[in-house]
């Protein structure tokens, strides 16, 4: 089996070094985690070590970043992203460092109560934060896993000494992020006081991170284990688990939580295309793998009637669904916008009924009870087979929806 999925296991909180170790362990070299830092023209005034290390008696990597010239003071994030979008960086290393970054702009932007433009990076925009998040981008980019979810993060209390003076924990931008974001906190009661998420370590998880729960049932392939700095009353690691998942059957009270995961909304406005045309497009988005997608009449300007276009993709799908939109429809631009959605723990089965074979959806609440719907596709073909409405069909097949 492939590995298809990564999971972060994070049960001492995350910090860009931590990942960046555990990256390292998983079996990433130290070359690719710093090959950005050349392409940036930085490689003569940072660079990513790592080395073998212990925690509480565990084994696993230690990362940090050797800067060998005097820091600058602070930067502010317009000038820390054209610095990125000017570097020959590879395309996803870019887009997720630009994103990366951006999500934690927006954070300290509302903690400041500032233009997002004008917020001054002091600790991440310090080289050693910059070399964090494109090491950590360029590692995950080169596993090449589009499935990566993570443990609730246990952000440690108490206080901690920053550019701003002493801040309580979690730190403002963390707290920022976790409810924009909707990221699952965990309390840190009878822990010793410390900063366990760093605003990096979490900007990071937001980025990449499509489910925050538990892991989902899987088969490990490799196990990369990253160590943090502090020495904790507990070993301090974050465990990466390249796997291959497995679906989820069996009893309910066995099943996941409710989960949430990113999506990219993916939309244009056309007043130049008939309605088969569209008809046609909105299949093709749909067989091409889509979540959803859907078209809204809409008034547009020059007092001309078009349509909204919309479709609902998970992110390793925006290549093809971009490439289709553009060559199958008459738009000249597309948006995209990045949402979080949650979703109930689903599966199907098929049940014997009366009039023939119904496939079921079953979806299991967070009470643990379930709750099943009949596929319309099969209750109208029993519906044309039988020569009975289809109401009746639906009336005979209700009984067969208990759990």
Known sequence: MTPSLLHWDCPTGIAGDMLLAALA?????????????????????????TQPGRNGGLRGIKAHVDVLTPQQNHRRWRHL??????????EPVQREALRCFGL?????????????DDVHFHEVGALDAVADVLGACAGLCHLGVETVSCSPLPTGHGSVTTAHGRLPIPAPAVLELARAHRVPLLGCEGWPQGELVTPTGLALAVTWVRRFGAAPALVPHQV???????????PNQLRLLLAEALPSHGHPAAALEP?????????CQIDDMDG????????????AGALDAWLQPIHMKKQRPGHLVQVLVRPDQRKALRQLLWSHSSTLGLREQ?????????????????LGTVRIKWAILPDGSRRGKAEHEDLASLARH?????QEVRRQVRSFLEP
Not at 81 to 90: F, K
Not at 224 to 234: A, E, H, M, N, T
């Open 25 to 49: 362990d998983v079996g990433v070299p130290e070359a690719v985690l710093n090959q950005p830092l050349q392409q940036l023209g930085l490689a003569d005034q940072c660079r990513i070590v």
């Open 81 to 90: 992203r054209q610095l990125l979008r000017n570097a020959p960086l590879e």
């Open 259 to 267: 989960f949430q995961e990113w999506v990219v909304l993916m939309g």
């Open 276 to 287: 088969e045309a569209l008809a046609t497009l909105q299949q093709a988005m749909l067989e």
């Open 104 to 116: 934690l702009a927006e954070a300290e932007a509302r903690v400041h109560g500032c233009p997002v």
């Open 224 to 234: 990369g284990i990253g160590l943090g700095q502090r020495q904790l009353d507990r």
């Open 386 to 390: 039988h020569q009975l409405p289809l």
């Open 338 to 354: 990045w949402h979080h959605r949650w979703i109930l723990p689903r599966r199907q089965e098929q049940r014997q009924t009366p």
